[in-house]
């Protein structure tokens, strides 16, 4: 790789930090581009319910805390929207709520919070015309999720059980690993009732899903035997019981991942948003199986996309969201898949939930390459648009935006077309060969969308005014392009999936985009791995790589993981004790020598699905074998796989960019390493 510039390599700390902070504040002002504060202060609108009567959409918006103030994850506050009127309400905005529902037969919304004297998280019931909230129903332990029976009294309800006490005479306590687990436990109520109590639902196991038949005399459960997270992912079976008796009616013998269960408005199917066979790697396809037991079956089985959430309200047609490589429809289809029909498509718009009224009208959340998630509607009438209908980040009106495009390119196999997005630097010159950031979804099971790509770990928008064009590929064994591709990576670790990341990069080169002297590369969980392989494997490819909650080794990581059933099962495809070479060999740690990408890795101290061993793994090799080459690993306290806190979101923002501005602009793998400190400013 060719240096360009000899400014970092000839600066200390102190020069680089006070020019990473004054160019980009410079640049910022100059062109008014989108900053990490920004991004540190950005709303989005998480979920949306329409009234049945389709006039009022009851919505919650994810507001962050201050970093500067308190290191707290996102709340999310309740707001109603009149839908012939157009205004909104604030309706609980003192704390977060979750489950917000529109309680049937009453004019009221109802929703899970824990206020100031709770003790738990218990349900919430406010006046639809507003008003202070009235607690309905609490119980020993947070109430997970509910569903309502259509009498507008009953709920089902799901809690984990209590935590057995440790009965030693030590005041200290040791964590028995896996060991004294709790299950989520199913259970009934009747809010009306003054002296409230509930019953345990009598299936063993621990419950995730519970579902009222249309008329309320059965419920759906599903059940994993074990409240381990492998058991969650790849073992929940589902049951119809009689609520009153407790009786298990009949058992649907479904195998593989679970998402959402849906009965016919006559009660006697259920739809499953399921996966195809035990080795399919997401819950994106839909099932029919009849409510008095059998093996679910699939439909639309060639369906070159997937299912993302269903609703079952006519009798023949099944309601849905699906993702088409990075658009969105919303549609319905047959419940035997003879007939589908679109309402919505959009390629500029990536749909997250819908909600439908019995009038057929339609409130859906959906981000574009302009903003993040706003309340959208649609109307029942024919050739109807939709609406937008909120406005959040006032900021965004006083920003330039890089162009954002879906991109296409042939895979070197010639087996797929890969597709991907690409936003260019804001102010781009056609033909001008500029820094990009490759960014690396995780999964593999995932995909990119083609709506709003930026975040406190995702650079996008904040990277393109710095200067850099952000490429998201959507790899072999990405979703949204139906069930073989999504199985085309399995049992091939790091192999052509990796390799159609750096296909897509060639692609950007041949266009005359990007520089092939300054190719980056960040990512989280899978994406963190694909970053540690480039940086190990590829390296000669990449200038600088920022790695995530990623992994470096694949041998310690099956002992490490949490879900080592579903890696073998949706991903290595072979145990690892038959064939240890070969695990090692589709590892980042066995290809060190190759090394010469500068590299910042960061991990949450507390990730139980990627260990935060795996960053040490690669950190320790690259800092014994590689003694030259610039590496930092940096942990952050308490957060997981992946930052939920404000504070964290910030300081990771802020050094990710200052590692790619330090020696992915620069192309200089010799440029003085930053300082160690945290590279966010004082706040203005």
């Known amino acids: 790789m060719n240096s360009i510039s000899s400014v970092f390599r000839k600066s200390g700390y102190l020069s680089v930090f006070i020019l990473f902070l004054f160019s980009f504040q410079a640049t910022a ?98 006046p639809l015309d507003g008003g202070e909230p009235v607690k ?4 020993s332990q947070n109430i997970l999720s509910y569903s309502w029976h259509n009498d507008g009294n009953h709920i089902a309800f799901m809690a984990n059980e209590q935590k057995e006490k440790s009965a030693s005479s030590l005041p200290y306590e040791a964590d028995v690993y896996e060991e004294n687990l709790v299950n989520r436990r199913g259970y009934i109520a009747n809010v009306a ?41 790849m073992s929940q079976k589902i049951f119809i019981i009689n609520p ?91 419940f035997d898949g003879a007939e589908k029909m679109t309402l919505f498509y959009s390629d500029e718009h990536a749909i997250s939930s819908f909600s ?34 909120t406005y959040h980040n006032e900021w965004l009106n006083s920003v330039e935006l890089g162009r954002q495009e879906m991109v296409s390119y042939p895979s070197r196999d010639g087996e797929y077309t890969i597709d991907g997005i690409l936003i260019y630097p804001v102010g781009y010159a056609e033909g001008t060969q500029v820094p990009v950031i490759t960014q690396v979804h995780g999964g593999p099971e995932s995909h990119y969308d083609n709506g709003w790509l930026t975040n406190y770990s995702m650079p996008g928008q904040v990277a393109a005014g710095k200067g850099y064009a952000v490429f998201y590929p959507n790899y072999r064994g990405s979703t949204g392009r139906g069930i073989d591709f999504a199985f085309s990576s399995q049992a091939d670790l790091a192999g ?10 060639d692609f950007l080169i041949e266009q005359g985009i990007a520089d092939p002297d300054r190719i980056g590369v960040t990512g989280g969980s899978y994406g963190g791995y694909a970053s540690a392989w480039m940086s190990t494997y590829y390296s000669h490819r990449f200038a600088a790589a920022v790695m995530f909650v990623g ?56 990730d139980p699905r990627v260990h935060p061993s795996q960053s040490l793994e690669l950190y320790r090799h690259l800092k014994v074998r590689k003694p030259n080459l610039p590496v930092r690993l940096v942990y952050y306290p308490g957060e997981g796989h992946g930052n939920r806190r404000a504070s964290a979101k910030l300081d990771y923002s802020y050094r990710m960019l200052q590692w790619f501005d330090t020696y992915l602009m620069s192309g200089d793998a010799t440029a003085q390493k930053p300082s160690w400190q945290s590279p966010v400013p004082e706040k203005e």
């Open 136 to 139: 309905l129903f609490s119980f």
């Open 193 to 233: 009732v003054s002296a409230q109590s509930a019953r345990d639902i009598a299936v063993e196991g621990s419950i995730y899903m519970m579902e009222w038949s249309p008329d309320g005399n059965r419920l759906a459960v599903s059940a994993a035997p074990t409240p381990h997270v492998d058991d969650q992912y």
């Open 29 to 126: 002002i100059a062109q008014n581009v989108v900053t990490p504060q920004h991004i540190a202060s950005m709303e989005s609108v998480s979920s949306t319910v329409i009234s049945s009567d389709g006039q009022h959409i009851a919505y919650t918006v994810s507001k962050p805390a201050d970093p500067y103030k308190e290191n707290a994850a996102n709340s999310l506050h309740l707001y109603v929207l009149e839908v012939e009127e157009g205004t909104t309400k604030p309706y609980y905005t003192s704390g977060s709520v979750s489950s917000v529902q529109f309680r049937p037969g009453q004019n009221t919304l109802t929703f899970l919070t824990q206020r100031e004297n709770d003790d738990t998280r218990s349900l919430y019931e406010i």
């Open 244 to 334: 009153d008796t407790q009786q298990v009616i009949s058992e649907i013998n479904n195998e593989g991942k679970l998402g959402q269960i849906e009965w016919s408005p006559n009660g006697q199917r259920l739809a499953l948003l399921a996966a195809s066979n035990i080795n399919d790697p997401i819950d994106g396809r839909i099932l029919i199986v009849s409510a008095r037991g059998g093996v679910p079956q699939i439909i639309d089985r060639n369906y070159q996309g997937m299912y993302n959430q269903i609703k079952w309200v006519e009798e023949n047609y099944i309601h849905f969201l699906s993702s088409e490589s990075a658009a969105s429809r919303l549609g319905k289809i047959r």
């Open 551 to 606: 992994v470096s080794d694949n041998i310690s990581k099956w002992g490490e993981s949490d879900i080592p059933e579903e890696l073998y099962l949706v991903h290595a495809r072979k145990r690892l004790w038959n064939d240890w070479d070969w695990f090692l060999q589709r590892s980042p740690i066995f290809h060190v020598e190759n090394a010469q990408t500068p590299i910042l890795i960061m991990h949450g101290a507390e």
């Open 496 to 505: 052509a999936e990796f390799d159609d990341i750096v296909d897509g990069v």
């Open 356 to 389: 439908k009224s019995d009038t057929t009208t339609f409130s859906f959340v959906a981000s574009s390459p302009s903003h993040p998630g706003e309340v959208f509607y649609l109307p029942n009438r024919e050739n109807a648009m939709h609406e937008r209908m």
